[in-house]
């Protein structure tokens, strides 16, 4: 059975840093599609950072590029999000996104792709002061 689980959130002050964290247990394959997305109250989810490990593609939403970085771990189907220079408007419940897939990172971040994710976690939620 496929559990997702992320950890790291908390509350930062402006200009701050938070690591995020992700465990995508219960595949057989360490090749899963894995993705961070966020959502903010009244607002739309938003896929900011999606790593697809068959192609090596990677994608950052303009909204993070630069600030944040995603790696994958060591431990199969773990994924990290390194949030630097954080802001008020980071502010949200950060969830993450795994699956199998053969498209480019860029697609499983989109609305429409990140449809396709068959297991999210329960999300952890992030607050930046200001």
């Known amino acids: 059975q496929v559990q997702v689980v992320e950890s790291g959130g908390g509350l930062v002050q402006a200009g701050g840093s938070l690591r995020l964290s992700c465990t995508a247990s219960g595949f057989v394959s360490d090749d899963v599609v894995m993705g961070w997305f966020r959502q903010a109250p009244g607002k739309e989810r938003e896929g900011i950072s999606c790593?697809?490990?068959?192609?090596?593609?990677?994608y950052y939403s303009d909204s993070v590029k630069g600030r944040f970085t995603s790696s994958r771990g060591n431990t199969k189907n773990t994924l990290f999000l390194e949030m630097n220079s954080l802001k008020p408007e980071d502010t949200a419940m950060y969830y993450c996104?795994?699956?199998?897939?053969?498209?480019?990172?860029?697609?499983?971040?989109?609305?429409?792709?990140?449809?396709?994710?068959?297991?999210w976690g329960q999300g952890t939620q992030v607050n930046v002061s200001s």
């Open positions: 790593i697809n490990p068959r192609d090596g593609s990677s």
């Open positions: 996104a795994a699956g199998r897939g053969r498209y480019t990172a860029d697609y499983y971040c989109s609305a429409t792709g990140s449809r396709t994710f068959g297991h």
